[in-house]
């Protein structure tokens, strides 16, 4: 039952961040993110946001610094709009399975083609 929990925690979470990253924030070193998801400890003390980043290195560093900058008043925005025991602290993590699934699709085609 707690595993349900959680997995309705963390996309709850996943919601209100993709929504408020996407809207809401007006720092332009924040590129085109997309969080691809949230995993919360148990205690709801911690959360680990996972995202993707289009652009090259620069714009994927300046948009980790632009999240974590913003990362207060995100971690309001939960408190406010999701009912929980306690607001977790937000940790930004860079999504590399998306790069690497594009890394391995180009090595697929690269032996098809031989």
Known sequence: MAGQRMRRVNEAIREVLSEAITEGLKDPRIGFVTVTSVETT?????ARVFVSVLGGDKEKQDTLAGLERSRGYLQSLIGTQLSLK??????FVRDES??????IEKLLKDIEQK
């Not at 148990?42 to 911690?46: E, S, Y």
């Not at 998306?98 to 890394?103: L, P, R, S, T």
Request: glycine share 6%; hydrophobic share 30%; charged share 25%.
């Open 42 to 46: 148990a205690d709801l003390r911690q």
């Open 86 to 91: 306690r607001t977790p602290q937000l940790t």
């Open 98 to 103: 998306i790069d690497y699934g594009f890394h």
